[in-house]
């Protein structure tokens, strides 16, 4: 038994559709060049819907307003090195602008790319996580939870706590 403490990865993610089609991004990655709705790791004094607004705007040049919660997903896969590695994923939903002209997207993005559920669907295997579709689907199916399901207690958001 090893006294290592379990403690999973926060993840934030933008699941953004428009007119049937939802925007993703192409990102290079240790696997080889995988897609993904805009996601990353959660920042300390950010709240999971500021991570998600930062993320989408990183990942994408355009301006994210999330109008729900999707979901709350956890996961398992290895990490870039090879370590077992658990991600704890708030997914939010909502609309985004037009991409800012001349922003340059996260280093490691690719392009960004607007996509019919069926084309997402069947391009499971350059998923970058199984939350992907996972998410599409939940969307797809009406899921959504108000936006003050999750709450960030003040004292999270003291950056005297993360120096």
């Known amino acids: 038994m090893t006294n290592r403490r379990w403690k999973p990865s926060v993840t934030v993610a933008a699941v953004i559709e428009s007119a049937g089609r939802y925007l993703l991004v192409e990102e290079e990655t240790a696997a ?24 989408a705007l990183e990942e994408t040049g355009r301006v994210f307003t999330p109008s729900h919660l999707l979901g709350i997903y956890l996961a398992a896969s290895n990490d870039a090195q090879g370590a077992p590695t658990t991600w704890l994923r708030f997914a939010f939903c909502g609309t985004a602008g ?8 996260d280093h490691g993005i690719v392009r960004t790319l607007w996509m019919t559920p069926a084309a997402i669907e069947a391009s499971q295997e350059r998923h970058r996580s199984p939350l992907v579709w996972r998410c599409v689907q939940d969307h797809l199916r ?22």
């Open 32 to 55: 080889g060049l995988r897609l993904n709705t805009p996601a990353g790791h959660l920042e300390p004094g950010e709240s999971p819907q500021q991570g998600a607004v930062r993320e």
């Open 98 to 105: 037009e991409a800012e002209p001349g922003r340059a997207l």
């Open 142 to 163: 009406g899921q959504r939870f108000d936006l003050d399901a999750v709450v960030m207690d003040p004292s999270a958001a003291d950056p005297a706590r993360w120096r």
